[in-house]
């Protein structure tokens, strides 16, 4: 690899950093970086808008509103078997239940990110953010991956499909 040098013709010169960016570049081949660009992940896939300027009020009447509705459908589930559904938590934004023989699962809100999060003893971490279009939770780096669809799924499965939110 053959190193450039360059030489720079005075300190003003040097100082002037139009100048300097403008030798690096062409120097080096530096691309430019993008600050504004916001993606959902690493990947790059970009964020609705609709998603990405969710008012916080409506982020928070929304993620309340499924916490406090999966709260009740997961306590009336504990009440009916208790031997499934053993512990229903829920306090300041954060759900845990544990289910039998699988583990615990905590869901709980994300209030600076305006998500809701879950943590799953079977499918592990996801993030979900909510669609106003299709008022919802999805997971963006899932393939829009629904946290009701999945949260069933998975009580489906471990249930033998005895159990079923739905609310």
């Known amino acids: 690899m053959m190193l450039k040098t360059f030489r720079l013709t005075s300190a003003k010169h040097l100082l002037n950093r139009t100048n300097y960016n403008n030798v690096i570049k062409s120097q080096f081949h530096v691309k430019p970086v993008y600050k504004n660009k916001i993606s959902a992940a690493t990947s790059g896939v970009s964020i609705p808008k609709h998603i990405l300027n969710l008012n916080p009020d409506l982020y928070d009447k929304k993620a309340n509103l499924f916490l406090e509705d999966l709260t009740d459908q997961l306590e009336t589930l504990s009440e009916d078997d208790p031997s499934f559904i053993s512990s229903v938590d829920s306090?300041?934004?954060?759900?845990?239940?544990?289910?039998?023989?699988?583990?615990?699962?905590?869901?709980?809100?994300?209030?600076?990110?305006?998500?809701?999060?879950?943590?799953?003893?079977?499918?592990?971490?996801?993030?979900?953010?909510?669609?106003?279009?299709?008022?919802?939770?999805?997971?963006?780096?899932?393939?829009?991956?629904?946290?009701?669809?999945?949260?069933?799924?998975?009580?489906?499965?471990?249930?033998?499909?005895?159990?079923?939110?739905?609310?």
């Not at 669609?131 to 669809?149: A, M, T, V």
């Open 91 to 167: 306090a300041q934004g954060v759900v845990e239940f544990d289910l039998e023989n699988v583990g615990t699962y905590v869901i709980n809100k994300q209030p600076p990110n305006k998500q809701i999060w879950l943590s799953s003893p079977i499918s592990g971490p996801f993030r979900f953010d909510y669609d106003s279009i299709k008022d919802n939770w999805i997971s963006l780096r899932d393939e829009n991956l629904d946290l009701l669809d999945h949260l069933n799924k998975e009580i489906k499965e471990s249930s033998n499909n005895k159990y079923n939110l739905d609310f």
